[in-house]
């Protein structure tokens, strides 16, 4: 079982939907990083949470550090929006470890 | 743009050669951490260094390795390439005494 499991793997919606993006894991961690990364490969950070709830945008972050659980939200989706999102726990250490990636698609 | 630069942006080898990847951090960031990313693996954590030092290992083979020099730049070196080690190698920076990181644009490496 991987230390990270993100669900689902593949999502598609309609311009405007509100999305949800899952990730568990199985690790102590001291924070938690929400990644996008573009068909063109580059990686951008969105948030790091080690509690509580950020917001950015339309994007929202949430972790529940009892349960292990993390999710990250979309408001209004937007086909720009189309891109792999990435949740990655960091072990006590600063060491980072990813979950597979969810691959979304905004269709208009 | 994160701040954190990697060179080359891309690379073409062949096996068995030899090849050294560059990553120049944020201003006033002492971490430097390698990651790869792989279509059969996906991404995963390398190297770190602080100051200058080893801080911590993940799955680095034996056939590669880093190091950061004083102006806080690092290299990762990359030995004896295989057809499996082609992947985007990328580099992120960090103060080391936050959590945050910033990625740099990765460098993609394809061994012929």
């Known amino acids: 079982k991987n230390e990270v499991e993100q669900s689902p793997q593949n999502l598609t919606a309609q311009e405007g939907e509100f999305i949800t993006i899952n990730c568990s894991y199985s690790?102590?961690?001291?924070?938690l990083h929400w990644l996008q990364q573009h068909p063109g490969g580059g990686i951008v950070s969105l948030f790091m949470l080690s509690s509580g709830k950020k917001k950015h945008g339309r994007l929202i972050a949430t972790i529940n550090i009892q349960e292990k659980h993390s999710s990250l939200h979309i408001t209004a989706s937007h086909p720009r929006d189309s891109a792999v999102y990435i949740c990655a726990v960091m072990e006590y250490g600063n060491k980072l470890v990813f979950g597979a990636g969810t691959i979304l698609r905004v269709k208009s | 743009d994160s701040g954190v630069t990697q060179t080359p942006k891309h690379l073409i080898t062949a096996t068995g050669q030899r090849v050294t990847l560059r990553c120049s951090p944020r201003?006033?960031?002492?971490?430097v951490y390698w990651y790869q990313q792989s279509l059969d693996q996906g991404l995963q954590f390398l190297i770190q260094y602080y100051n200058g030092e080893e801080r911590a290992k993940g799955n680095i083979l034996e056939r590669f390795s880093a190091q950061q020099f004083p102006d806080l730049h690092s290299e990762l070196n990359l030995s004896s390439l295989e057809l499996g080690d082609s992947a985007l190698y990328f580099c992120a920076s960090g103060s080391g005494s936050k959590y945050e990181q910033y990625f740099g644009p990765g460098t993609r490496l394809t061994v012929t």
């Open positions: 201003s006033g960031d002492l971490s």
């Open positions: 690790v102590g961690i001291s924070a």
